[in-house]
């Protein structure tokens, strides 16, 4: 079975850190594109990172320079490393991959999502 | 940034009517637009890529079309188990994916 399954959150300070993994099956994080997307309470969808097959990375504005998305291709999991985290941050955290070969973008296949809370 | 805009922000529909979705591009971005519906406490689910072609296992009742800067999603007969919020989404303009903020399609 195809999917992606998030895990890493829970409650952290402002000025933590966090590491989020997301660990998939039934298909390879290394062949693929491979995307974070983040959804504050009762919010939209914001786009957050995205890391390509050969590793290049980008990364919305607001977390340049604080997340760095990384992948371990021997475990088959996409991480997300979270530093100097702000309440800003505080959002369900979804790992997708990134369609490319029929829809050249599109975000198939959706973990479950991991709840990220940044407070004193 | 491509910003997305998707009206209205919410509908209220009685189960068995039509339901039409609009969603606008600030630059046109060809047909790389997608739809995905969430449900409450759920992951986003692609529906819709290409602005017209349904994803796998979604059900014929919906459909999209547009190109350039205006979209439309639209649920042919609307069940119960399609209220939801449903984002539109632009994939064009590699990396930088933008969303909707959503339309939440409530039973009547």
């Known amino acids: 079975e195809v999917q992606l399954v998030e895990s890493g959150g829970g409650l952290i300070q402002p000025g933590g850190s966090l590491r989020l993994s997301c660990a998939a099956s039934?298909?390879?994080?290394?062949?693929?594109?491979m995307t974070w997307v983040r959804q504050a309470p009762g919010m939209g969808l914001e786009w957050v990172s995205v890391i390509y097959t050969g590793g290049i990375t980008y990364y919305t504005d607001s977390v340049k320079g604080r997340f760095t998305v990384s992948r371990d291709d021997s475990k088959n999991t996409l991480y997300l490393q979270m530093n100097n985290l702000r309440a800003e941050d505080t959002a369900v955290y979804f790992c997708a991959r990134v369609e490319y070969s029929i829809s050249s973008g599109a975000f198939d296949i959706w973990g479950q999502g991991t709840m990220v809370s940044v407070s004193s | 940034e491509i910003v997305m805009t998707q009206s209205p922000a919410t509908l209220s529909v009685s189960p068995g009517e039509r339901v039409t979705l609009s969603c606008r591009a600030s630059l046109g971005v060809n047909a790389h637009l997608a739809w995905y519906q969430q449900k409450p406490g759920q992951a986003p689910r692609l529906l819709i890529y290409g602005a017209s072609t349904r994803a796998t296992g979604i059900p014929a009742r919906f459909s999209g079309s547009g190109s350039g800067t205006e979209f439309t999603l639209t649920i042919s007969s609307l069940q119960s188990e399609d209220c939801a919020v449903y984002y539109c989404?632009?994939?064009?303009?590699?990396?930088?994916?933008?969303f909707g903020p959503g339309t939440k399609v409530e039973i009547k």
């Open positions: 989404q632009q994939y064009n303009n590699w990396p930088w994916f933008t």
């Open positions: 039934g298909f390879s994080v290394s062949s693929n594109y």
